[in-house]
T-cell receptor, first 111, second 115 residues
Framework: LAKTTQPISMDSYEGQEVNITCSHN???????ITWYQQFPSQGPRFIIQ???TKVTNEVASLFIPADRKSSTLSLPRVSLSDTAVYYC????????????FGTGTRLTVIP | NAGVTQTPKFQVLKTGQSMTLQCAQD?????MSWYRQDPGMGLRLIHY???????DQGEVPNGYNVSRSTTEDFPLRLLSAAPSQTSVYFC??????????????FGEGSWLTVV
């Protein structure tokens, strides 16, 4: 399994920027890094995906250094509705059957 | 746009009973999979399929069977339910473009309790 390491939990106040870092030391050359968000009682949903440098969409930014052994999901100005579990994944060169969700990072946004 | 549809959403089984969780996707994705998620844990892959007629085992396949007769459907069968199979089950489908990684779409989940 393509295992990742993330902090178990994080707390943040509303309006702050939150950065969640993930380590993926065994990432393969053709792997993309993908982040998912999961709310209670729902399936995970896609947030952002990237290969290198920086990717930004309407909800988040993803920063990937040159060695690609880690990545950082950045959530600007979080709100209470961003309270969720965040997972980072990569395929480990073996395809989608090698994805490892782990326990993710539980983000709690405080009023 | 239905995406990935799972049924039933809730089910209670007695130990030893069998049942099938249904999963259908309307996005023409080749890849489909089933995960289970226990309280406070991440998702673990049970079985997956890379196309109609092709299935394979994931991380925790024991006690489950799957089949893939069509691109759209990927049912998960519990052969003889055990309390250890009490969990939330998620079906997923995914695609990969030449210039991107896999993007996975999940169903809403099926809550299964085995008593």
């Amino acid at each position: 399994l393509a295992k990742t390491t993330q902090p178990i939990s994080m707390d943040s106040y509303e309006g702050q920027e939150v950065n969640i870092t993930c380590s993926h030391n065994n990432i393969a050359t053709n792997d993309y890094i993908t982040w998912y968000q999961q709310f209670p009682s729902q399936g995970p949903r896609f947030i952002i995906q990237g290969y290198k440098t920086k990717v930004t969409n309407e909800v988040a930014s993803l920063f990937i250094p040159a060695d690609r052994k880690s990545s950082t999901l950045s959530l600007p100005r979080v709100s209470l509705s961003d309270t969720a579990v965040y997972y980072c994944l990569y395929e480990g060169g073996a395809g989608a059957n090698n994805l490892f969700f782990g326990t993710g990072t539980r983000l709690t946004v405080i009023p | 746009n239905a995406g990935v549809t799972q049924t039933p959403k809730f089910q209670v089984l007695k130990t030893g009973q069998s049942m099938t969780l249904q999963c259908a996707q309307d996005m023409n994705h080749e890849y489909m999979s089933w995960y289970r998620q226990d309280p406070g844990m991440g998702l673990r892959l049970i079985h997956y399929s890379v196309g109609a007629g092709i299935t394979d085992q994931g991380e925790v396949p024991n006690g489950y069977n799957v089949s893939r007769s069509t691109t759209e459907d990927f049912p998960l069968r519990l052969l003889s339910a055990a309390p250890s199979q009490t969990s939330v089950y998620f079906c997923a489908s995914s695609y990969r473009n030449l210039d991107s990684g896999n993007t996975i779409y999940f169903g809403e989940g099926s809550w299964l309790t085995v008593v």
